[in-house]
């Protein structure tokens, strides 16, 4: 097994290095490794005694890093500064899922794939993906096409919004708002509002935590979505298991919020430490999935998620651009 496990460090190590290249520095590292990591399972395949540890990585190492990704909320400030961007992030979720849902069902795309993109876009891009794919028992593939598109999707929308800082209406405060509410990865909302200043971003952040934090009753209730679901099939022995990693995410984030730096001394550098420690281990679950792959297989089922979710993605845009300017 171990060795499978170290075949996906390798790739999430060379999508770090990858992600310091002009070019592919915008998509960052998740990104990169996981595009790596589906070429070259077009090309070369992988030997067979690696398969448990890739495994291993695309299911156990996700749940992991997503329960450290926790550490990167804030509940407290959510609750003391953020409610009302977090009525309106809530606004940005509900709105993203059911647009992407009902233009993939027009479209006659795969359901699954529009639920994961609509979560991305909705939430917090890679990071939602990966926690919502165990509840409605996603595909490797569908999970992994996915988060590529969240992340070429986001990078690109981030900036296009920096583009247009100069030439919209709107305070810096107003903007920094709209891309937190908007924009797809934590990653994307710093990239875009870093040059409208330190407030802007502030305020972009704190926007983009309150989705984050959404996250988890978003999961609750798919998780009920799916029981009802099975209840009405015919084959209802397929169990939907509890999401236990959510309660570390959430164990996390209180940890994070109360107790670092209250009771627990840490230094900014610890956390930024923690930080790449998460990216880098969420990176190699991703490759895991990444390594699944088949093209052949995806090729006629992410074309028209992907439709949607553009669709979908530029009216959240619109629409919190108007939110964001009352």
């Known amino acids: 097994m171990s060795l499978g496990i170290g075949f996906t460090f390798v790739f999430a190590l060379i999508g770090f290095l990858l992600s310091l290249v002009p070019g592919f520095d915008r998509i ?3 990104a990169s490794a996981i595009i790596l ?10 030997p067979e005694k690696f398969r448990i540890g890739i495994q291993f990585s695309s299911k156990y190492l996700l749940r992991f890093a997503i329960i450290l990704y926790g550490l990167k909320l804030n509940i407290d400030v959510i ?9 309106k992030g809530a606004v940005t979720i509900i709105f993203a899922i059911l647009v992407t849902m009902f233009l993939a069902k027009v479209l006659k795309a795969n359901m699954q794939m529009a639920l994961l993109l609509g979560v991305g876009t909705g939430v917090c891009g890679a990071a939602a993906i990966a926690a919502v794919a165990p509840i409605i028992k996603s595909k ?4 992994a096409i996915s988060v590529g598109i969240i992340a070429l999707v ?7 919004y920096a583009l247009l800082l100069p030439l919209l209406p709107i305070s810096d405060i107003q903007y920094g708002i709209w891309s937190g509410l908007s924009l797809h990865e934590l990653a994307h909302v710093a ?3 870093e040059p409208a200043g330190e407030e802007a971003l502030a305020m972009a952040l704190l926007a983009k935590l309150g989705r984050v934090f959404l996250l988890v009753p978003l999961c609750f209730v798919l998780i009920i979505w799916m029981k009802n679901r099975k209840k009405h099939e015919e084959d209802n022995t397929a169990k939907i298991t509890f999401p236990w990693f959510l309660v570390g995410f959430v ?10 730096g209250t009771y627990i001394p840490v230094t900014d550098k610890v956390m930024d430490s923690v930080s790449l420690i998460t990216t880098f281990i969420l990176t190699s679950a991703m490759v895991g999935l990444g390594l699944n792959v088949s093209l052949k297989d995806v090729r006629t089922r992410a ?21 964001a300017g009352i």
Request: proline share 3%; hydrophobic share 60%.
């Open 191 to 193: 990239l875009a509002a």
């Open 79 to 87: 609750f003391n500064d953020g409610l009302g961007l977090l009525v």
């Open 140 to 143: 490797d593939e569908d999970t």
């Open 154 to 160: 986001g990078t690109v929308f981030s900036i296009i």
């Open 303 to 323: 074309l028209r998620p992907f439709i949607a979710m553009i669709i979908a993605s530029v009216l959240v845009s619109l629409i919190m651009y108007w939110i």
């Open 37 to 46: 990591a589906i070429i070259y399972r077009q090309l070369f395949g992988y």
């Open 251 to 260: 164990a996390m984030s209180l940890f994070g919020s109360y107790v670092l």
């Open 28 to 30: 960052g590292p998740l």
